[in-house]
Nanobody
Framework: QVQLVESGGGLVQPGGSLRLSCAAS???????????MSWYRQAPGKERELVAS????????DYADSVKGRFTISRDNIKKTVYLQMNSLKPEDTAVYYC?????????WGQGTQVTVSS
């Protein structure tokens, strides 16, 4: 059974940093390595939005304009884990953050982890 489990969320003050992790199970190394990975977030009363994505080889990345220069997505295919390093956090970054794995019509989501940025 495929599972994606996010961790690393919590309460942080504005300007602080957090690193989110998404650990995958149920994938072989060869299968996991061809999936594109993404981070999404959803704030109360808002639609879920794409925050960052990374290709299977980890060479190409893409970011929402709102997080460019502050967030960094990376992956370790041996550990089958994707990360989101979040720096210079703002109150508007407060949301539930979700991990997604996608390839050729197959789509898996984690349960989400709460990030709250507040003084």
């Amino acid at each position: 059974q495929v599972q994606l489990v996010e961790s690393g969320g919590g309460l942080v003050q504005p300007g602080g940093s957090l690193r989110l992790s998404c650990a995958a199970s149920g994938f072989s190394f060869s299968i996991y390595s061809i999936y594109a990975m993404s981070w999404y977030r959803q704030a109360p009363g808002k639609e879920r939005e794409l925050v960052a994505s990374i290709t299977s080889a980890g060479i190409s990345t893409d970011y929402a304009d709102s997080v460019k220069g502050r967030f960094t997505i990376s992956r370790d295919n041996i550990k089958k884990t994707v990360y989101l390093q979040m720096n210079s956090l703002k109150p508007e970054d407060t949301a539930v953050y979700y991990c997604r794995a996608f390839y050729a019509g197959r789509d898996y989501w984690g349960q989400g982890t709460q990030v709250t940025v507040s003084s």
